[in-house]
């Protein structure tokens, strides 16, 4: 179905795997290609369906990814979790943004919350800096309770009370080569 030549990734998978790990330890699937994105949005089946454009930015997405996470211990959560990695699912992102989101400046580390190929909460990266983990997950649990209905948490209390996120500066990841 798409016939695009992929783009390399901009910064060492190596370097930022523990961002892609930390999103996926708390229950999201990474949707790294076009057939990906369209996968998970493109079917009309009135679930909702969280998506994180995950980010190197240490200070806005190290805010949203831990934001995100407590949001998700929540009693009700979305019913879908997808991740995407800017810099990183280059191609995947360019789709995401253009059949998605065609209005939207793009930004990163960016959240929105879909139901059948619809946007219903965004939150881009100027309404994620400056702001704490916890008031990010404030905002998302009242958008999680006011449209979702998929019992959460999305894991245990257990396994979150083990998670390490990551920190790190995007200034100091390596370009690949």
């Avoid at 995950?54 to 997405?61: E, I, K, R, W, Y």
């Avoid at 909460?121 to 100027?126: E, F, G, I, S, T």
């Avoid at 019992?151 to 990551?166: N, T």
Wanted: net charge negative; with cysteine; proline share 7%.
């Amino acid at each position: 179905m798409f016939n695009i030549n992929q783009k390399a990734p901009i910064y060492d998978p190596a370097a930022v795997q523990p961002m892609r790990d930390e999103l996926t330890y708390v229950g999201f699937q990474e949707a790294a290609t076009p057939q990906l994105v369209e996968d998970f949005l493109g079917t009309k089946n009135d679930e909702t369906v969280l998506i994180v454009l995950n980010s190197v930015c240490g200070c806005s997405a190290g805010s949203a990814r831990p934001g995100v996470s407590e949001a998700l211990q929540n009693s009700v959560i979305p019913d879908k979790l997808v991740t995407l990695f800017a810099g990183q699912d280059r191609n995947a992102v360019d789709y995401f943004r253009e059949k998605y989101l065609p209005e939207a400046a793009p930004s990163s580390p960016f959240i929105a919350l879909f139901k059948n190929g619809t946007a219903l909460h965004l939150m881009p990266r100027y309404k994620i800096e400056g702001r704490y983990a916890e008031e990010i997950a404030g905002e998302l649990i009242q958008v999680f309770n006011n449209l979702c209905k998929n019992s959460g948490p999305s894991i245990s209390k257990e396994k979150y009370d083990k998670l390490v996120h990551a920190k790190m500066c995007g200034s100091k990841i390596p370009a690949h080569p």
